[in-house]
């Protein structure tokens, strides 16, 4: 008899432990390595382990333009204007842009994740995410029925004598 006093508890753990709730989408893994981006490539210190995941000839072309640049620098142009010219800066904003997708695409940036998209198999993230919750929507509007039925209200009662008028509103 002392067995029954926790069987409620039982049941209600039970019913928390086998209700789905969806899964939260994981963080897309480019996204990780987009987060290792630095805002600018041309502050990067010579020793900064992401200059050896850009190609050769992208590296090449960032020691140029920072050789360009103190050049640049030392000019009377530089000195007149204040700054840099328009030139430069697209060049600048050009050679940035050039090495994020160089590490992007590097073929060890690309080893650390081979399927970025995917949560398992055959689902991305977004697809078990969506997948995860509609089965958790199905199973709640179907919590209604299946307590309709423990308490009998699914259905008139078939113990009357007299016929009985189907006022459910389900022929």
Known sequence: M?????LPLIASMCFVAACQTPNQPNSVPLKQV???LP??????????????????????SLVDF???LA???ASDSYRFNGGYSD????KWRALNDSCDKSYCANAMTIAKNLTPELAGTSLSVNEAYMNS???GDVDLRQVQDDWARFWLMNKPSMLS???IVNTGGRP
Do not use: H, M, N
């Open 2 to 6: 002392k067995c029954f006093k926790f």
């Open 66 to 68: 920072r050789g360009a």
């Open 71 to 73: 050049t640049e620098r």
């Open 133 to 135: 919750a509609v089965v």
């Open 161 to 163: 004598p007299y016929p």
């Open 34 to 36: 987009q987060a290792q």
């Open 39 to 60: 805002t600018d490539w041309i502050d990067v210190p010579a020793s900064d382990y992401r200059l050896a995941f850009l190609d050769s000839a992208t590296r090449r």
């Open 87 to 90: 030139a430069t800066w697209t």
